[in-house]
């Protein structure tokens, strides 16, 4: 089993920047993969970033490429969302997501079988 927990939201001013946590725990296989997903009121969960935690490869979103940057800290069990440049439509509940054993190319919420609380980023 997998356990994740988000940390970082708030709200900021448009322009501003905020990161995330996700503090993962759990079997290891199943968490190869790690993701940020979002959801905003009325819309579906649409995938943001994602990392492959062994290779270190990553895969955005378009709407937030360039502003957007997600890392880990393996030390720390610990995926980051970086946002900088945020917008008034970065406004959503952002999701830690993981699946193993491995990433596929693209995001997709079906994929992903491990989920966090989520925590709520507002921009204005």
């Known amino acids: 089993d997998v356990q994740l927990v988000e940390s970082g939201g708030g709200s900021v001013q448009a322009g501003g920047s905020l990161r995330l946590s996700c503090a993962a725990s759990?079997?290891?296989?199943?968490?190869?993969?790690m993701a940020w997903f979002r959801q905003a009121p009325g819309k579906e969960r649409e995938g943001v970033a994602r990392i492959a935690t062994g290779s270190g490869n990553t895969y955005y979103a378009d709407s937030v490429k360039g502003r957007f940057t997600i890392s880990q800290d393996n030390a720390k069990n610990t995926v980051y969302l970086q946002m900088n440049s945020l917008k008034p439509e970065d406004t959503a509940m952002y999701y830690c997501?993981?699946?193993?054993?491995?990433?596929?190319?693209?995001?997709?919420?079906?994929?992903?079988?491990?989920w966090g609380q989520g925590t709520q980023v507002t921009v204005s």
């Open positions: 759990g079997c290891t296989y199943n968490r190869n993969c």
């Open positions: 997501a993981a699946r193993g054993p491995y990433c596929y190319t693209k995001l997709s919420v079906r994929d992903f079988t491990y």
